[in-house]
């Protein structure tokens, strides 16, 4: 049974900085073609944060607010997924979620639909 246990979501002022992890357990990777951080504030749709398609010779996608500011990455078991995150923003606070694409592919590598299996979530909060 795939399991994605996400951690690391805290409460930090503007401008900090958070490494938010997610372990990964069930499958094997050869059957898993991408893996992606996701956000979702209240009142706001699940939007896609950071990708990698590990298919793909690991190439990484990041939504265009968050580009230069996080960085995906893996270990090298590729058990763990990780999202460090620098110069937060208040509008980073979301519950943050961790979602892999295992046996199947289709859409693009931000896109929630293109995912199968999550994580429950980890809450981050950035105050002004």
């Known amino acids: 049974q795939v399991q994605l246990v996400e951690s690391g979501g805290v409460s930090v002022q503007a401008g900090g900085s958070l490494r938010l992890s997610c372990a990964a357990s069930g499958y094997t990777t050869g059957n898993r073609y991408s893996m992606g951080w996701f956000r979702q504030a209240p009142g706001k749709e699940r939007e896609g944060v950071a990708a990698?398609?590990?298919?793909?010779?690991?190439?990484?996608y990041y939504r265009d607010s968050v580009k230069g500011r996080f960085t995906i990455s893996q270990d090298n078991a590729k058990t763990t997924l990780y999202l460090q995150m620098n110069s937060l923003k208040p509008e980073d606070s979301a519950m943050y979620y961790c979602?892999?694409?295992?046996?199947?592919?289709?859409?693009?590598?931000?896109?929630?639909?293109?995912?199968?299996?999550w994580g429950q979530g980890t809450q981050v909060t950035v105050s002004s």
């Open positions: 990698i398609y590990t298919r793909g010779g690991g190439s990484t």
């Open positions: 979602a892999a694409a295992i046996s199947q592919w289709w859409g693009s590598p931000l896109s929630p639909s293109a995912y199968n299996r």
